[in-house]
Structures are given as structure tokens and as C-alpha cells.
Nanobody, 113 residues
Framework: QVQLVESGGGLVQPGGSLKLSCAAS??????MGWYRQAPGKQRELVAA???????SYADSVKGRFTISRDNAKDTVYLQMNSLKPEDTAVYYC?????????WGQGTQVTVSS
């Protein structure tokens, strides 16, 4: 059983930065991902990292966001720089391995002046 708890969301001005954390107990071997869902829109993949450390990003965040994981701490991070109003959404952490998938409860990120 994997348990995911996100933290680090909040209100930030355009151009600012935030770092999200996902405490991911039991996630060893899982591919971890950050997703987001804005009001009225479908949930979308933002970034993912495999157990071996390979990463992938949505085109909209490439060069601005960085996903990383600390396997010793069972924690996944999303460093978000140069934030834009369109990055406003609830951000979710996901763990996946074969057919097993777990989601966190989400953390709100609001980018506004």
C-alpha cells in the first residue's frame, strides 16, 4: 500500500517559485508523477520520474519545472520556477507500478498578482 501526501502549495505571484513535496511511503520501485487539474479542465500530466531517475515533462512546463525524488526519504519533489497564471491548479502526486495506481489528495497552487 502506497500513501501519498502532498504539501507546499500556496499563492505566488507570476514569475515566482514554489516547491511541492509528496511524502510517498511504500513507493520504492514506483514511477512517480505530478498531475494538475484546473477548474473546468481535465487532469493532465505535468512531470514524471521513474524509479531509475528518468524524467519526462509536459511541453508547457519544460525548462521551468523540475521533478526529483529522494528514495531514502520516500519523497518526490516538483520545483516550479517562472510560474504563470495558467499554472494555477490543484496539483496531485501519483504513484504507479504495472496496474497499481495511487493518488494523493492534492495541493492548491494559485499564481496571481
Amino acid at each position: 500500500q502506497v500513501q501519498l501526501v502532498e504539501s507546499g502549495g500556496g499563492l505566488v505571484q507570476p514569475g515566482g517559485s514554489l516547491k511541492l513535496s509528496c511524502a510517498a511511503s511504500g513507493s520504492s520501485g514506483y514511477t512517480m508523477g505530478w498531475y494538475r487539474q484546473a477548474p473546468g479542465k481535465q487532469r493532465e500530466l505535468v512531470a514524471a520520474i521513474t524509479s531509475g531517475g528518468s524524467t519526462s515533462y509536459a511541453d508547457s512546463v519544460k525548462g521551468r519545472f523540475t521533478i526529483s525524488r529522494d528514495n531514502a526519504k520516500d519523497t518526490v519533489y516538483l520545483q516550479m520556477n517562472s510560474l504563470k497564471p495558467e499554472d494555477t491548479a490543484v496539483y496531485y502526486c501519483r504513484a504507479s507500478l504495472y496496474v497499481r495506481t495511487y493518488w494523493g489528495q492534492g495541493t492548491q497552487v494559485t499564481v496571481s498578482s
